[in-house]
Structure formats: structure tokens, C-alpha cells
């Protein structure tokens, strides 16, 4: 296990580690390529996301829908099966982890991602409609592989041309294998590691049953996964909201100074529990837009697969309905996790945690100049403890983190009685006291990160258990219905490169994987999943570029046009037809 985080420690630096420095800092290419063309596309565009945003709202909403036309589902089940594998992890842990790293402005920069985001979104959903694949009227009500299939993989190639197919097939890879990693085993592992710190539940149990819940969705094809997001989105995003908001009431004393701490951090920070954070701006936008980007994944060609299944023959009608996505994703929902850690002060708060001296959340730092803390690798010599405190604590000396914090008290039992006084052999995981009894684990005052950092700020805010109760519950939602939705993402791009025989043992291994992301350790997971975060964006965000004259056509000839004012009528005869029981089917 050691040496498969090397390799992803290896691999996220070149991906992130590749950039321009400005004051001595990295800022990753990944980074400028991201927001440089959500500006670009928010400008050309006329700021679309403003000036169109409560025509999104009315096509949601189902009045100018038309049957007839050419899709799988419907504007809203392809909006609700998009949220589901955007409100995800993401939300509850992501938000979590970037305030772990960079502080509470990290969520600063998580709005301007969100921002920039929805131009963007809005460009790939629309040329994802516009250049995707239509097999025909669906005559089978019942036919689980779907009548469409689209995403920049198409785009690309029909949009850019022929001598463009080499990126199109690229990009089916990466983000064929992108479905494996961030939208499906960091969510199995992140239940997992929820269930196992709440109660105790092995890790190996949780994956079992989520991998079965999502075989039993998925196999039925992009109709079942519409018709359970529709169900399953709406629901935990108003049991997770309503419960923070109650927690921002009850807070209310708080919530300005809290407002005032996120801007104040985000262009002058002070903090990041890791320390990586402190005087370090770029730091803070870093994570801010790394797990913005994760959390609404604007940019990353995934969100236009499902938008390209919707039913109509407009493509600036499912673009106006992508708007909606980075704006309840992350501007909402991200927001009102981040202010509940922050409002409840748990954000740099410590708990007595049960360290395992081989877990995967363990790790090795030492302070670096700055006073924060610097990985470093498994030391080959055992460290030493007295009266529960290392007894090296100088800069560059290999000190035992969790959650990449540094550990400065160390005890052999749970209730912080007994200070730990001997050596840790880094090598075996293995502490030995001074009278020569053997531990496994021992006890300390930690920081937390992830989902179980936002589990504790509802604990602190929900009287009785209802923090744990809501939280825990959003992370099964949020990550099952995330995998649910990616594993069409990966299907099509299986689909894509290999046809309709690939589609099965994709679903298979897909389920596979989701089981072994919930036994991988959550570090090497989510930078794992991050690794193939940011190689994947790339071709996805030249294309866009490269084709945003043509988004600009389309919209400009649709909102010239006004067509949803016919499809409110064909919509409305729709309806009269059915309830005079006329009509015997829809497309």
C-alpha cells in the first residue's frame, strides 16, 4: 500500500505540481486552464449564467417540454441525474478537506469556480445536444442501453473534425477511467470510512452493500438511474439543507463574523489546520478550485453525457438547465456545509481519536519553514515518546500526522489518562512502552478531515444524534446516487470506444471497483481521484474554446427564435391528451 501512494504522491505532482509560479508559489496549470476559460466563456458568452438563469428555472421545471422530441429523459430527470453525481461527496467531504488544507477561504474560491462554472457547463451541455448521437425513435419503453449517446467525445470529433478523433478517444479513456476513481470508489470509500468512525462497521461489509444497491440501479440503464435521481437528488438535498439551516438559525450570532473570516482568509489567509495554508494565497485558491472543481464538476465533459440524453431538439434548452447545476451544487449546497463548519468552530477543533498505527489516514510530516507541515516519507527509524510527547519536535524531524497533522500528545488509552512514554517503529506500526508492552493503536487529541470534520460541526449544531443521523445519511445518498449517475458517464464512453458490447462488462467492473474504493485508504483515493480530475479536463476545455463560436450561434439563434413558446403548446396538447386517455405513449 505504501508504494501505491508513492506512485499517486508522483503522479499528483506532476498533474498539479505543473504550472507557473507567481511569489514563489505553483499555481498548476489544471488551475489556469479551469478558471481562464470559465472567463473567457463567461465574457463571450455576455455573462450567460446571470442573464439566463431564470430561463433555466422555467425549462426545469417540465412547461415547455415536448415528448415527442428526440431523448431518454426528460430536461428534469437529466438535470437530476447530473446533480446526483454532482452533489456528492464532494459536497459534505470535499468542502471539508479544502477547509482542512487552505482554510475557511478556500470556500471563497469555491464560489468563483462555481461562477465560472456555469458558463462553462452551459457551453459543454450545449454542444454535447448539439453533436450528439441519435439511434432512432425508441419504440422499447423497456430498453436499457438508450436511444442517445453524447459528451465531448463527440463533440470533439464531429465538432473539431475527423483529424480530431485521437482526442475524442483520449478523453473517452481518461474519463472512462475518471468514473471508476472519483465518481464511484471515493464515494464507496468515503461511506465507508463515515460508517466505520460513527459504528464501528468494517470497511469491507459497507462496500458489499453499496456495490450491490448500485448494481441493482445501474443495470437497468439510463431510464432506471433517471427515475431513481429524480427521486433520490431532490430528497437529500432538502433533508441535508434544511438540517444545516437549522444550524445556521440556531447560529445566527455567528454567521456574520463567519462571512467576514471566509473573504478575509480567502485573499490575506492566516490558517489551514495542515498549515500548508498560512500567508500562502495561491495555496487557498488551490484548494478551493481543486475541490470546487471536483465538487460541480464544471469543465470536466462529464455533467453533458447525461444532458445529452434529455428529450428536445433545442441544444441551448438542456445548456440554460446545466446553469442550474455548479449553482445548487456548490453555491448552496457546498456553501451551507462549509458555513456550519465554520460557524460551529470545529474547523481547528481537536477530538479524542483512536490512532492506528497502520491506518490509512496515518501519515509522517515534519514542520517546515513556514510552521506548518511538509509530508514526508515512512522514517526507517523509530520514533520516541516521553510523557505522551515526542521527544524531537525540530524543524525537518519526522513527526507521526493524522490527517497530515502533526500528533503532540500521545496516549495508551481512550479516556487521555495515561501519557505514552516509549518508541513507534514506523516500519511495523508498532508502539512498544518503556515497560515493554506492545500497541497496535493508541489515543490523542486530533484534527479531523472529510466527511467525519462536517459529521462532527452537525454533532455540535443538532441536539441528541441527529447530526450523525442527517450526515450519515447524506453521505449514502450523496455517494450512492453520485456512483449511480457515473456509471453512465462511463458506459457511454465505453460505449463510445467500443460499441454496444461494452457497455455489460463495464457495468461489471465498475461495480467491482466500487467495492475495492471502499477498502483503499482515503488519502490515495482522493488523490488518485484527483490525478485523473485534472488530466481529463484538458482536452475537454480546448474543445471548448475551439467551439464556442458555434455555442454562441446556437444561442443566439435561440433566444431570437423563442421556440419554447411552441413547445408550451405541444406540451399542454400533451397533457390533454392524456388525461383523455388519447395518448398511449410517449418517445
Avoid at 442501453?145 to 463533440?155: C, D, K, L, R
Avoid at 462549509?338 to 460557524?343: E, F, H, P, T, Y
Wanted: hydrophobic share 45%; charged share 15%; glycine share 12%.
Amino acid at each position: 500500500m505504501e508504494t501505491f501512494e508513492r506512485i499517486v504522491d508522483y503522479l499528483d505532482g506532476i498533474v498539479w505540481g505543473t504550472g507557473f509560479r507567481f511569489g514563489g508559489e505553483l499555481l498548476p496549470i489544471v488551475v489556469i486552464a479551469l478558471i481562464g476559460t470559465g472567463v473567457w466563456l463567461t465574457l463571450y458568452l455576455g455573462f450567460v449564467q446571470l442573464r439566463r438563469l431564470g430561463h433555466g428555472f422555467a425549462v426545469t421545471s417540465g412547461k415547455y417540454d415536448d415528448p415527442d422530441e428526440p431523448g431518454d429523459v426528460s430536461h428534469f430527470q437529466a438535470l437530476t441525474t447530473a446533480l446526483s453525481a454532482t452533489v456528492g461527496i464532494g459536497n459534505i467531504a470535499g468542502v471539508a478537506i479544502a477547509i482542512h488544507w487552505g482554510g475557511p477561504g478556500a470556500l471563497f474560491w469555491m464560489w468563483v469556480t462555481a461562477f465560472l462554472g456555469m458558463a462553462t457547463k452551459f457551453t459543454e451541455v450545449t454542444l454535447a445536444q448539439h453533436y450528439r448521437s441519435v439511434t432512432g425513435p425508441d419504440q422499447d419503453p423497456t430498453k436499457w442501453e438508450g436511444t442517445v449517446a453524447g459528451g465531448p467525445m463527440y463533440y470533439i470529433e464531429r465538432g473539431l473534425g475527423p483529424k480530431w478523433r485521437p482526442m475524442a478517444i483520449l478523453f473517452a479513456v481518461l474519463l472512462g477511467t475518471t468514473a471508476f476513481m472519483t465518481g464511484n470508489a471515493i464515494q464507496a470509500n468515503t461511506i465507508a470510512d463515515s460508517m466505520e468512525t460513527t459504528y464501528g462497521v468494517p470497511v469491507w461489509i459497507t462496500g458489499l452493500v453499496t456495490s450491490l444497491l448500485v448494481f441493482s440501479v445501474i443495470i437497468g440503464g439510463i431510464r432506471r438511474i433517471g427515475s431513481v435521481t429524480a427521486v433520490l437528488a431532490p430528497l437529500m438535498a432538502v433533508i441535508y439543507v434544511a438540517g444545516a439551516a437549522f444550524i445556521l438559525i440556531v447560529n445566527y450570532q455567528t454567521f456574520i463574523p463567519s462571512l467576514g473570516l471566509i473573504f478575509r482568509e480567502a485573499f490575506n489567509p492566516t490558517a489551514g489546520i495542515a498549515g500548508t495554508g498560512l500567508g500562502v494565497f495561491l495555496t487557498t485558491m488551490m484548494w478551493g478550485v481543486r475541490r470546487g472543481l471536483f465538487s460541480n464538476e464544471a469543465g470536466q465533459g462529464s455533467a453533458p453525457i447525461a444532458h445529452a440524453a434529455a428529450k428536445t431538439d433545442e441544444p441551448v434548452s438542456e445548456g440554460v438547465v446545466a446553469l442550474l447545476e455548479p449553482f445548487i451544487d456548490t453555491i448552496v449546497i457546498c456553501t451551507m456545509t462549509a458555513l456550519v463548519i465554520i460557524n460551529t468552530g470545529v474547523w481547528d477543533d481537536t477530538v479524542t481519536t483512536q490512532i492506528s498505527l497502520s491506518g490509512g489516514d496515518m501519515s509522517y510530516v515534519s514542520q517546515n519553514e513556514r510552521g506548518g507541515y511538509s509530508g514526508v516519507a515512512t522514517p526507517g527509524e523509530a520514533l520516541a515518546f516521553e510523557a505522551g510527547r515526542p521527544t524531537s519536535t525540530a524543524p525537518g524531524s519526522p513527526m507521526i500526522a493524522w490527517h497530515e497533522v502533526a500528533l503532540t500528545e500521545l496516549y495508551e488509552d481512550a479516556e487521555m489518562t495515561q501519557p505514552f512514554s516509549g518508541s513507534i517503529d514506523p516500519r511495523r506500526g508498532v508502539a512498544t512502552s518503556a515497560d515493554g508492552e506492545e500497541f497496535t493503536t493508541l489515543w490523542g487529541p486530533a484534527v479531523e478531515s472529510g466527511a467525519p470534520l462536517t459529521m462532527l460541526g452537525f454533532e455540535h449544531g443538532l441536539p441528541g444524534t441527529w447530526g450523525d443521523f442527517i450526515v450519515l445519511l447524506s453521505v449514502a445518498l450523496f455517494a450512492i446516487s453520485t456512483a449511480i449517475s457515473w456509471s453512465y458517464y462511463g458506459d457511454r464512453c465505453a460505449y463510445y470506444l467500443f460499441g454496444k458490447s461494452a457497455i455489460v462488462p463495464y457495468k461489471v467492473v465498475y461495480v467491482i471497483m466500487h467495492f475495492i474504493g471502499a477498502v483503499v485508504p482515503l488519502a490515495a483515493i482522493w488523490a488518485l481521484g484527483d490525478v485523473f480530475l485534472g488530466v481529463v479536463i484538458l482536452p475537454n476545455l480546448l474543445a471548448l474554446i475551439l467551439l464556442s463560436p458555434k455555442v454562441k450561434e446556437l444561442t443566439d439563434s435561440y433566444f431570437a427564435r423563442k421556440p419554447w413558446i411552441e413547445n408550451y403548446e405541444a406540451h399542454k396538447r400533451a397533457r390533454e391528451e392524456v388525461k383523455a386517455g388519447k395518448r398511449k405513449s410517449a418517445h
